[in-house]
């Protein structure tokens, strides 16, 4: 039993050259950069509140255990024990979950699914069962999850065929062009490491912790937008970016200007 928490006990190691800069630390860089999750999660709690506080408090499960996927990850590169590796990808796979049951649209539930509550039943049921199996063969488990994330980017692409809000599609482009960066860094640290060490640059793995929270503010943001104009149409949701609406780089967020229950059109 001692053994998976022990350093370097995971299959998994990445590229960047470990012991580097700490005795302590196998991955400094990786370690580091997942303080970002620390970083941005507290800001989108706040930020999504309002829509919470309308829509559904559970809503706020997703940021608030964005911050322990920050803590499991900066755990795992820092001693790329199997523990550290299991709960890194396994909180991951509960957060997909946690997002399914809350945002999945309910006209693209399964036809035996009547209701949210027995959708989210469902899908609590197939994530313990994928937790489970994720022992079986913990090298996949990566690519389990990057499918979840093509699966999502699939069913956002039917929601907005019918959407003609630009800024709405624009901060869609945005979404599915930083997750297909970070996908990108992710990619290429675990298939061109030897490029990399090359240019003595072996640093992707870190890049892709940034982009990765960047995406899912941005796309956590853009699905919470569609549910609330599907699901609380009278709040009339609109979007804006944080700290200041004008920047072209900021944190996308939902406003509810509705104060009466009124059809909004799009």
């Not at 899908?123 to 489970?132: A, C, K, P, R």
């Not at 003595?200 to 853009?222: D, E, K, P, Q, R």
Request: proline content about 3%; some cysteine; aromatic content about 18%.
């Amino acid at each position: 039993m001692a053994g998976i928490f022990a350093y370097e006990s995971s299959e998994v190691d990445w590229c960047e050259d470990n012991y580097q800069h700490s005795e302590n630390v196998v991955e400094y860089f990786n370690t580091m950069s997942s303080f970002v999750f620390f970083m941005v999660s507290p800001v989108m709690l706040y930020l999504l509140h309002p829509y919470a506080r309308e829509r559904n408090l559970a809503v706020h499960l997703v940021w608030f255990m964005m911050i322990f996927v920050g803590l499991f990850s900066m755990y795992f590169h820092m001693t790329l024990s199997f523990v550290g590796q299991m709960l890194d990808e396994l909180s991951i796979l509960w957060v997909l979950a946690v997002g399914y049951s809350l945002w999945f649209p309910r006209r693209y539930f399964p036809s035996f699914v009547k209701d949210r509550s027995s959708f989210s039943k469902m899908v609590l049921l197939i994530t313990v069962v994928s937790t489970l199996s994720s022992f079986v063969k913990p090298t996949a488990n990566a690519y389990a999850l990057n499918f979840f994330a093509l699966h999502i980017l699939y069913s956002l692409g039917l929601e907005l065929r019918s959407c003609t809000d630009q800024r709405v599609r624009r901060l869609a482009c945005t979404s599915i062009g930083l997750w297909v960066l970070a996908i990108s860094c992710w990619i290429s640290d675990r298939f061109g490491c030897s490029f990399w060490q090359k240019l003595n640059f072996c640093y992707m793995h870190s890049i892709w912790h940034i982009l990765i929270v960047v995406a899912t503010a941005y796309g956590s943001t853009l699905i919470a937008y569609l549910d609330a104009y599907n699901e609380i149409p009278y709040s009339l949701p609109h979007l804006q970016y944080w700290p200041s609406d004008s920047w072209v780089v900021g944190l996308p967020y939902i406003v509810l200007k509705g104060t009466s229950k009124t059809q909004k059109s799009c």
